[in-house]
């Protein structure tokens, strides 16, 4: 029975003819009262698999959701489709709390929105007490792995759901998760009965693009002017500094841009989180901090100016991106310093060796994706355990490197750092390693007679770019490695051996002479004829987002909330007269149909005539 009625909320609530992929039968098993870990991709739809649930079953679906801030908008998202809903955090006054508190125990919500902090106290456990509880989801339930990306203690605490109500059903729910993370998700929530559901993580319409860094701040303003002029962004910086910095340059070239870190006061990350989810054409500069939950679905890039700690984060990170299904860019600048000031920081973690192995292991795995020459989807979802062909849609697949015998330059590297190490009893950085194989007789060089030894000037063959391109693969292969205690210089390994000897052959990467430019003329890179709607469509489709930025002002919440703009493309391309030719819009559901489909018709049949 729970199949008809769960079709019908989705069609008559939300608005959408059919569940996608795993959806029905995850639905169908929470309804049941089957307890459930999902891994599904950013924009897959992970949020139907427990609101349906929660509507079909009785009583309330108590969602745990990680970030404050965020509570708002969803709240407000199911509100807009007459769905009861409420949260409780702590920017509610002790009145309004008092109210929701009340509610809850009334059995007048569907759904209610609490932070794990929250959740855990006596008093919210004391309030779950007295009413009656459709099912608990966890969101974000990767926040519970101590190896994941986003770990947050809080978040440990949970498994007393179970010891408490073990009748009613709980829902995990997560974007990324390796068989790893996924087995230790299980374990600390008590979900060792949970059936698993793991969709495909492939994004498909998103682009992966790497490119060698080279002056970021240019390279990214040039993506932002050549590709997504006017579009809403997420830039990611490793550190607060560059956050600011990033985003003042930014703003001094005519980019919408603010900042989003953790040492800003909590009123100015609330009004610029708020800005960018409400406004369009915001460019969100930000460290790792920003961004877990958002719902904003027209994100059309996502840029990495420092590379990732892990492969787990950046797939979380780049996911902001095109939640609507529309193409996005994913855009990762990654240098030899990066490697450097990675791999010094695992060295410098104060965690035990157990645990800066793994850090080690996680960056690894992310420099294997940037230095690849298979496709980058192909390497991306073989970290999750996914196999899928060339996606043709990724840099690797649309501009291939060469893949060069390294051995002898590679040779020449770790003998003159091995020189260094034995005659001098010194150790250098990769700048000042690249000078002496190119033969520069700089003042440093000459300072410390390093044009003296037998390998100054063996490697005036190739260029700095092309050597600094070389000692950051040998970096990532770990045929060197970074000194902490000599500031960053480098040193050989346990692997450098076999090279030096000849016993072991490097193919490298080299970059195509194209790769990383952004496109001039033509097809714009990063973007697809699939988001352009055709010239007679576009007036309407205008039309639409202008109607629809109003009622989201008169109404205090982002425009999405309304309606995404995948709906008004719809709506643009088919051109309903009727009712029922919008009522079968993806979308446009029941509460939606009634609040706005007279304006929606007028300023169809406006345009139209």
């Known amino acids: ?88 955090n702590s920017t509610q006054d002790w009145r309004v709390a008092r109210e929701v508190e009340q509610a809850f125990i009334n059995g007048e919500l569907d759904l209610l929105y609490v932070a794990p902090e929250r959740l855990l106290t006596d008093r919210c456990l004391q309030l779950l007490e007295r009413g009656r509880i459709a099912l608990f989801a966890i969101d974000e339930a990767h926040c519970v792995s101590q190896w994941g990306h986003d770990f947050r203690p809080e978040y440990m605490g949970l498994s007393l759901l179970h010891e408490r109500w073990p009748d009613v059903p709980r829902i995990a729910l997560t974007a990324t998760a390796t068989e790893v993370t996924r087995t230790e998700i299980a374990q600390r929530l008590s979900l060792d009965e949970a059936r698993h559901f793991v969709a495909s993580f492939d994004r498909p319409n998103i682009r992966y693009r790497i490119v060698e860094k080279n002056e970021v701040r240019k390279q990214l303003l040039d993506l932002i002017r050549t590709e997504h002029a006017g579009d809403s962004g997420v830039v990611y910086c490793l550190s607060r500094a560059r956050v600011e910095e990033t985003a003042d340059f930014l703003c001094g070239h005519g980019v919408n841009a603010l900042p989003y870190h953790a040492g800003l006061s909590a009123t100015v990350r609330a009004s610029n989180q708020s800005r960018f989810l409400r406004e369009d054409g915001i460019v969100m500069v930000a460290t790792i901090a920003f961004g877990m939950g958002i ?44 490697v450097v000031q990675q791999r010094r920081m695992i060295d410098e973690s104060p965690g035990d060796e157990v645990f800066r192995r793994r850090l080690g292991q996680q960056l690894d795995a992310m420099l294997g994706l940037c230095e690849t020459v298979e496709c980058r989807r192909v390497r991306l979802l073989a970290y999750f355990g996914q196999q899928i062909g060339p996606c043709g849609n990724c840099d690797v697949c649309l501009e291939p490197p060469q893949a060069w015998d390294g051995t002898v330059a590679a040779q020449k590297v770790l003998s003159a750092v091995y020189r260094l190490w034995k005659e001098r009893g010194q150790r250098y950085g990769a700048g000042h390693i690249i000078d002496i194989l190119r033969g520069k007789s700089t003042d440093r060089v000459s300072q410390y007679g390093h044009d003296a030894l037998s390998v100054f000037g063996v490697g005036a063959d190739l260029s700095e770019s092309a050597w600094r391109g070389v000692l950051r693969q040998l970096l990532a292969q770990g045929l060197l490695t970074v000194d902490h205690e000599g500031y960053g210089t480098l040193a050989l390994t346990e692997g450098s051996r076999a090279v030096l000897k000849g016993e072991r052959q490097l193919m490298l990467r080299r970059e195509s002479p194209k790769a990383g430019r952004a496109a001039r003329t033509g097809t714009v890179r990063g973007r697809s004829p699939a988001i352009e709607l055709p010239a007679e469509a576009q007036p309407l489709f205008e039309a639409l987002r202008a109607w629809r930025g109003d009622v989201a002002r008169s109404h205090g919440v982002p425009a999405y909330v309304i309606f995404h703009d995948a709906t008004l493309r719809e709506i643009a391309l088919a051109r309903p007269t009727t009712v029922d030719e919008l009522g079968r819009i993806n979308g446009v559901g029941a509460r939606k149909l009634e609040a706005y489909g007279a304006d929606i018709l007028e300023r169809v049949a406006t345009l139209v005539d």
């Open 1 to 88: 029975m729970s199949e008809p009625r769960a079709l019908d909320i989705l069609r008559r609530v939300f608005g959408y003819e059919s569940f996608r992929g795993e959806q029905q039968a995850i639905v169908d098993h929470v309804i049941q009262g089957g307890d459930a870990l999902v891994l599904m991709p950013t924009g897959g739809g992970k949020s139907l698999c427990y609101q349906v649930p929660a509507l079909v079953r009785e009583g309330t679906g108590v969602v745990v959701s990680p970030l404050i801030a965020l509570m708002q908008d969803q709240v407000d998202a199911l509100t807009e489709l007459g769905v009861r809903a409420a949260y409780l």
């Open 295 to 338: 719902d904003k679905p027209d994100v059309r890039f996502v840029a990495h100016i420092d590379l990732p700690k892990s492969v787990e984060g950046y797939y979380q990170e780049t996911g902001r991106a095109g939640r609507d299904g529309l193409p996005a860019t994913a855009w990762l600048a990654y240098g030899l310093q990066d």
